[in-house]
């Protein structure tokens, strides 16, 4: 089957603990993003990249650091500097600008 | 002004009804628009995209494209209460080209 994984649904973390958020995918796409929502808002960008060993922020990437060794793969660091960290974090691919497919979401929860 | 403008609803329609979700966005130059559904606690779900003006079905939906107008629109026929989710404009190209950018989502509720 070919898909979005995020891994895992749910995350606790103790506040000023890094924590990495997986996300994989197998679809062949060149492209992958990495979303915040809080409730009852939109989507706000974080990363993205659209080929392997780049990528650039979105419009909130304070906080948060990215890695793209794998075309399958783009894990997200919620650092201990992010101030907010407890939301639900979605990772998407696309083939380059085209119609993107979301993971299931992991929801992050910082006490 | 926001890039892509959504009215957040609650947009409540009776079951078998026509919903009609409208979006707005801001740069000109946009080429590819999408619309996703997003049930209460997860992901958003790709269910149409268009990329020309007019107008483009597939079963009981129809987005339509106003490029002049900087419109898009997404109507839902036969409304049922599993189509009660928020529903994302996307649009991207342009300035843009390698992102999505989403409004906040209009949130539709279908009574039976």
């Known amino acids: 089957d070919g898909g979005i994984t995020q891994s895992p649904k749910y995350l606790f973390r103790k506040e000023g603990q890094n924590v990495t958020l997986s996300c994989e995918q197998n679809l062949n796409h060149d492209a992958m993003y990495w979303y915040r929502q809080d409730p009852g808002q939109g989507l706000r960008l974080i990363y993205y990249?659209?080929?392997?060993?780049?990528?650039q922020k979105g419009d909130i990437a304070e906080g948060y650091s990215v890695s793209r060794e794998k075309k399958e793969s783009f894990p997200l660091t919620v650092t201990s500097a992010q101030k907010n960290p407890t939301a639900f974090y979605l990772c998407?691919?696309?083939?380059?600008?085209?119609?993107?497919?979301f993971g299931p979401g992991t929801r992050l929860t910082v006490t | 002004q926001k890039e892509v403008e959504q009215n957040s609803g609650p947009l409540s329609v009776p079951e078998g009804a026509i919903a009609s979700l409208n979006c707005t966005y801001s740069d000109r130059v946009s080429q590819s628009f999408f619309w996703y559904r997003q049930y209460s606690g997860k992901s958003p779900e790709l269910i149409m995209s268009i990329y020309s003006n007019g107008d483009k079905e597939d079963g009981r939906f129809t987005a339509q494209l106003n490029k002049a107008s900087q419109y898009v629109s997404l109507l839902i026929r036969d409304s049922q209460p599993s189509d009660s989710a928020t529903y994302l404009c996307?649009?991207?190209?342009?300035?843009?080209?390698?992102?999505?950018?989403f409004g906040s989502g209009t949130r539709l509720s279908i009574r039976p």
């Open positions: 996307a649009v991207n190209g342009g300035s843009s080209a390698s992102k999505i950018i």
């Open positions: 998407a691919s696309s083939i380059f600008s085209y119609e993107q497919y």
């Open positions: 990249s659209q080929i392997v060993n780049d990528f």
